[in-house]
Nanobody, 125 residues
Framework: QVQLAESGGGLVQAGGSLRLSCAASGSFSNINVMGWYRQVTGANRELVASITYDAKTYYTDPVKGRFTISRDNMKNTVDLQMTDLQPEDTAVYFC???????????????????WGPGTQVTVSS
């Protein structure tokens, strides 16, 4: 059983910073991707950033230049450093891990199969 435990959410003023951390435990492949999703009430969950076991990163456009994702493969942790936070960043942030690939279109894509319970990030204007 895989468990993901998040920490670091909270309330911050616009322009401020927060750091989210997530630790994964249990049985999973070392060949994996870890990431952060966020969800606003009534909207779909969206991928914010991800990082593979070999350090390939992805960022959704609205956070490029403001957020930085990093991981420690020895500790099975992933962090999300968020700077210049804006009210539109307010959401519940979920840590996720995927260790399976599936065919998507003409290539392969990671499938996130494990999720943390989420941590609230609130940015006041």
């Amino acid at each position: 059983q895989v468990q993901l435990a998040e920490s670091g959410g909270g309330l911050v003023q616009a322009g401020g910073s927060l750091r989210l951390s997530c630790a994964a435990s249990g049985s999973f492949s070392n060949i994996n991707v870890m990431g952060w999703y966020r969800q606003v009430t009534g909207a779909n969950r969206e991928l914010v950033a991800s990082i593979t076991y070999d350090a390939k990163t992805y960022y959704t456009d609205p956070v490029k230049g403001r957020f930085t994702i990093s991981r420690d493969n020895m500790k099975n942790t992933v962090d999300l450093q968020m700077t210049d936070l804006q009210p539109e960043d307010t959401a519940v942030y979920f840590c996720a891990l995927g260790d399976k690939l599936r065919i998507a279109g003409s290539g392969l894509t990671w499938e996130f199969g494990y999720w943390g319970p989420g941590t609230q990030v609130t940015v006041s204007s």
